[in-house]
């Protein structure tokens, strides 16, 4: 069974850092695209960041670009999301998704993680 | 980027209604479209995705149709366990989009 367990929320400053990360199991890693979503307090989700199966290639919404990385770890089955630059509107649950394919055409998503908060305030 | 429509924004309900949800993209998705269901506190759960292919484990009275740039979500026969929020989202082009959810309560 696919499990994904993300960690690393916490409450930050504006201004500052944080690295999410997702462990994943249950699954050949390697084999699939990994994203972030978000989900503010009260909103819809939104769609923050994918990586390839191998890594090779990230993509990112406008929101978070020059902001936010996403690497991934296929010896440890982790993706990671490094934050900085934060802002208040950052404040969001962060789920860790699995697609159901390898390539940067792989836009489905197949499973949720269940998600980390992150709170951005002074 | 394309952007998501659902209608209604909210909806109530009885147990046993048949209920059907809408969702327009503001291009052609072909059938790369998929639906959720969330309820408080929780992590959205996959419902439909290719327009129309139940996900493994969910219950038959859910369906999707549609294609190109307007969908529909139906439940036949409402139980009190499909009272929830539910969103569409395309994935046919990046960025990811969703819609603005509809709410479902009991009536």
């Known amino acids: 069974e696919v499990a994904l367990v993300e960690s690393g929320g916490d409450l930050v400053q504006p201004g500052g850092s944080l690295r999410l990360s997702c462990v994943a199991s249950g699954f050949t890693f390697n084999n699939y695209a990994m994203f972030w979503v978000r989900q503010a307090p009260g909103k819809g989700p939104e769609w923050v960041s994918s990586?390839?199966?191998?890594?090779?290639?990230?993509y990112y919404a406008d929101s978070v670009k020059g902001r936010f990385t996403m690497s991934r770890d296929n010896s440890k089955n982790t993706v990671y999301l490094q934050m900085d630059s934060l802002r208040v509107d950052d404040t969001a649950v962060y789920y860790c998704?699995?697609?159901?394919?390898?390539?940067?055409?792989?836009?489905?998503?197949?499973?949720w993680g269940q998600g980390i908060l992150v709170t951005v305030s002074s | 980027d394309i952007q998501m429509t659902q209608s209604p924004s909210s909806l109530s309900a009885s147990v046993g209604d048949r209920v059907t949800i809408t969702c327009r993209a503001s291009?052609?998705?072909?059938?790369?479209l998929a639906w959720c269901q969330q309820k408080p506190g929780k992590a959205p759960k996959l419902l439909i995705y290719?327009?129309?292919t139940l996900e493994g484990g969910v219950p038959s009275r859910f369906s999707g149709s549609g294609s190109g740039t307007e969908f529909t979500l139906s439940i036949s026969s409402l139980q009190p366990d499909d009272f929830a929020t539910y969103y569409c989202?395309?994935?046919?082009?990046?960025?990811?989009?969703f819609g603005q959810g509809t709410r479902l309560e009991i009536k």
């Open positions: 990586v390839t199966g191998s890594g090779d290639a990230t």
């Open positions: 998704i699995k697609s159901d394919c390898s390539g940067g055409g792989c836009r489905r998503i197949a499973s």
């Open positions: 291009q052609n998705v072909n059938t790369l």
């Open positions: 290719r327009a129309s």
């Open positions: 989202q395309q994935y046919a082009s990046y960025p990811l989009t």
